[in-house]
């Protein structure tokens, strides 16, 4: 099918390629379909982009790339929710706050967004109780200098 993207202009996307979040993504539960699109070519960074509303984009990335001892529990909910079974299912993004210049970026490591590979779910999780922010420096080394 073909979408309409924030970044890339009208794209064709499988229909297995779109991921469902059954309650939406906090702040838009009107969402429910996305897919994720490479945004750079080494693909360290993706765009979860919206299948219905082309303005809808977020940047997103690996959070364990850049931040390698970033570690949770899902709570039973969201196993359920995203009706997982095995941790390969397993993927997880963070979502970026896209700042001028680049090396201000800040990654939200209090929300992960876990999508379950196999089935295609995918749910936005608030961590309650845990040390992460909204805004973490993903290039802590270059805004030192």
Do not use: C, W
């Amino acid at each position: 099918m073909k979408i309409e993207t924030k970044y890339h202009g009208v794209m064709e996307v499988s229909e297995q390629d779109v991921v469902t979040f059954p309650n939406g993504i906090p702040g838009f539960n009107e969402e429910k379909q996305f897919t994720v699109i490479p945004f750079s070519e080494d693909g360290v960074f993706q765009i979860l982009q919206s299948v219905s509303t082309s303005e809808l984009g977020f940047v997103i990335t690996n959070p364990f790339a850049f931040f390698p001892d970033y570690d949770f529990k899902l709570e039973n909910q969201a196993v359920e929710a995203l009706e997982l079974n095995a941790p390969e299912e397993v993927d997880v993004f963070t979502v970026l706050t896209v700042q001028e210049p680049f090396t201000r970026t800040t990654a939200n490591l209090q929300a992960p967004v876990v999508i379950n590979g196999m089935k295609k779910l995918g749910k936005q999780v608030i961590l309650s109780g845990s040390p992460y922010l909204t805004k973490h420096k993903l290039f802590q080394e270059a805004e030192a200098k």
